[in-house]
Every structure is written in C-alpha cells, then in structure tokens.
C-alpha cells in the first residue's frame, strides 16, 4: 500500500487570517508516518516507496487531483491508495478522514473518519491512534 502524507482543509478564522503554521505541517507529515507505521507492523502488508510517493503526492492536492493518488500508487507498484484530511474547525474543533482506494478500480475500498479535539501533536496522534485501531479495519494485501 502506498500512504500519502495528509492534507489540511483549513476554515478556520485562524487559518483565513494567519494560514497554516510550522506546527501544522509538522502534525501532517507526523500522522503520515505513524500510519505507515502501523501498517508496516502488520505483516501483511508492505509500504511501498514511502518517501517517493510522499514526495509525488505533495505535489497535488490528492483529494481533488482526479484520483492521482490512485496513478501514483499504482506506478509505485501498490494495490491500494491510502490518504487523509484534517479538516480543522478551529483550534478546538477538527476532524480527520482516512480514505483508501483500489488502484486498480480506484474505488473506494474503505474510509474512517473521527473528530479531534485541540490542535496538538497529542489530540492529533490520539486521534490517528484511535482510528486505526478502532475504525480501519485491514485490508489483506492481494
């Protein structure tokens, strides 16, 4: 599976009025990295070119490219796509969604999403943590 880094969907006043801090992008990057993480502890599954296709999919915005994500995956040599989105609210209100696609079909095989509550390193890991274990269920690789 190839896991892109997540995107950030700012609405905040913050955001409109500073835009996205150091910290933030910080957060994306970190979040990426513990879910290939913890895919990478399930032996069936193995991550596929994890700095070339996070590097490839910073280029575009993977939730609006026309499935990108899904080519890139593909030519990367993974089965499935995997990429996220916080959604930030505000500084006390952001959700995040995982979405994973066939790349083959580019359907949408599963997506998990789960609400956050502040904007720290700790709510988002928190977060991710509880999703993956409590939302995602694993895909067998093909």
């Known amino acids: 599976m190839a896991i892109f880094d997540f995107e950030l969907v700012d609405t905040s006043l913050d955001g409109e009025m500073l835009g996205t801090t150091d910290a933030e992008f910080s957060r994306l990057a970190m979040i990426g990295d513990r879910l290939r993480a913890y895919y990478d502890e399930h032996a069936d599954f193995t991550i596929i070119g994890a700095p070339e296709v996070a590097t490839e999919g910073r ?9 990108c994500d899904v080519k890139i995956a593909r030519e990367a040599g993974a089965d499935l796509a995997v990429t996220g989105v916080v959604q930030k609210v505000s500084n006390l209100i ?3 969604t995982i979405y994973v696609r066939d790349t083959e079909s580019g359907e949408i095989v599963q997506m998990a999403g789960t609400d956050i509550r502040g904007n720290t390193d700790e709510s988002w890991g928190h977060g991710l943590r509880w999703m993956a274990k409590n939302r995602l269920h694993l895909i067998p690789a093909k």
């Open 59 to 67: 280029k575009h915005n993977l939730q609006s490219c026309g499935q």
């Open 94 to 96: 952001l959700s995040l």
